[in-house]
């Protein structure tokens, strides 16, 4: 189970939306526009993705370095206990994880996007050196500040 945790920190990657700085949508939108937004929202999932996975890397290694510049400094994480971490207290707990053998992230989708805020849902399974596995769905909040996304929230949710 503490390796559950650690993923789930390390998932704390996100929430609560930016809504500032919206632009105004078109009245009716071109077929063109609306490709090219179809495209922008697979590169946003497939950046939002990698960067989940180089964050629960970083995470698992207990190298905070690395976790640490992807966090908002205003980072609220719900870990699938229900403890409320913030930025500070996630890097605090992050140690090299001896106990988890492997783990994947599946059925990501991007369920909300802005021009400065993200919202990606996925599940994370872990799977122990001992053969026991645990997954968690997980619901992170980016926000993009000075051209970089951010995890604002995250919430953790264990399946069972």
Same mark, same amino acid.
């Given at each position: %189970? @503490?390796?559950?945790?650690?993923?789930? %920190?390390?998932?704390?990657?996100?929430?609560?939306?930016?809504?500032?700085?919206?632009? @105004?949508? +078109?009245?009716?939108?071109?077929?063109? @526009?609306?490709?090219?937004?179809?495209?922008?929202?697979?590169?946003?999932?497939?950046?939002?993705? @990698?960067?989940?996975? +180089? %964050?629960?890397?970083? $995470?698992?290694?207990?190298?905070?370095?690395?976790?640490?510049?992807?966090?908002?400094? *205003?980072?609220?994480?719900?870990?699938? *206990?229900?403890?409320?971490?913030?930025?500070?207290?996630?890097?605090?707990?992050?140690?090299? *994880?001896?106990?988890?053998?492997?783990?994947?992230?599946?059925?990501?989708?991007?369920?909300?996007?802005?021009? *400065?805020?993200?919202?990606?849902?996925?599940?994370?399974?872990?799977?122990?050196?001992?053969?026991?596995?645990? $997954?968690?769905?997980?619901?992170?909040?980016?926000?993009?500040?000075?051209?970089?996304?951010?995890?604002?929230?995250?919430?953790?949710?264990? %399946?069972?």
């Amino acid at each position: %189970m @503490k390796s559950i945790l650690a993923v789930a %920190m390390l998932a704390a990657t996100l929430s609560l939306c930016n809504l500032t700085d919206k632009t @105004k949508p +078109e009245a009716t939108p071109t077929p063109a @526009k609306s490709a090219s937004s179809a495209s922008d929202r697979e590169a946003v999932l497939a950046e939002l993705l @990698k960067l989940t996975n +180089e %964050m629960t890397t970083a $995470s698992l290694n207990g190298d905070i370095s690395a976790l640490a510049p992807h966090l908002a400094e *205003d980072f609220s994480g719900t870990t699938y *206990d229900g403890k409320i971490q913030n930025k500070n207290q996630v890097l605090a707990v992050t140690k090299p *994880d001896r106990i988890t053998k492997s783990w994947k992230i599946t059925d990501g989708q991007l369920t909300s996007l802005d021009n *400065d805020s993200a919202v990606l849902t996925y599940v994370q399974t872990q799977t122990a050196r001992n053969g026991r596995s645990a $997954s968690a769905r997980i619901t992170d909040t980016f926000v993009k500040r000075n051209g970089q996304w951010l995890v604002k929230s995250e919430q953790q949710t264990l %399946m069972r």
